[in-house]
C-alpha cells in the first residue's frame, strides 16, 4: 500500500518522534522539532540556508540574510573549539576577521608569535 506524500510525512514525523523520545541521537534530518519548523518556513516561502548548516530565515530584501547563513559564523566556531581546548596554542594570524573581538576578550589565550 502506497501512502500519500502527507501521510508518509507524518509517518515520518511520528517515527522520528518516537526515537528521540526512546533516547536515540537526532540530528537534522531525525529531529522532529526541526523538520516540523523547515516545512513551515518553506510553506511560508521562506527560502533555505544556502550554507551546509541546514535551516531556514524570513528572507530579508529577497535574499537570504547573511547572519541567518550558517557559514559566516563556522570560522568563529572553529575558533572557539581550539580556543577552548587545552595546551593548543592558537595564534593570531589564525583569528581572522574576529581578531579584535577574541583578542580583547581573551588576551592571554592568543599567541602572538607567527
Do not use: F
Not at 540530528?27 to 533555505?48: E, K, M, Q
Not at 581550539?82 to 577574541?102: C, D, F
Amino acid at each position: 500500500m502506497k501512502l500519500s506524500p502527507l501521510a508518509a510525512t507524518v509517518a515520518r514525523l511520528r517515527c522520528c518522534q518516537a526515537a528521540r523520545d526512546a533516547g536515540y541521537p537526532v540530528s537534522y534530518t531525525t529531529d522532529p522539532t526541526w523538520l516540523v519548523h523547515v516545512a513551515i518556513n518553506r510553506r511560508a516561502g521562506w527560502p533555505d540556508d544556502p550554507s551546509h548548516t541546514r535551516g531556514s530565515a524570513r528572507p530579508v530584501n529577497g535574499r537570504y540574510p547573511a547572519k541567518a547563513s550558517g557559514d559566516a559564523y563556522n570560522h568563529l566556531r572553529l575558533i572557539a573549539g581550539e580556543i577552548n581546548t587545552p595546551r593548543l596554542i592558537v595564534r593570531y594570524a589564525r583569528l581572522g576577521e574576529w581578531r579584535s573581538y577574541i583578542t580583547a576578550r581573551l588576551p592571554h589565550r592568543i599567541t602572538m608569535e607567527s
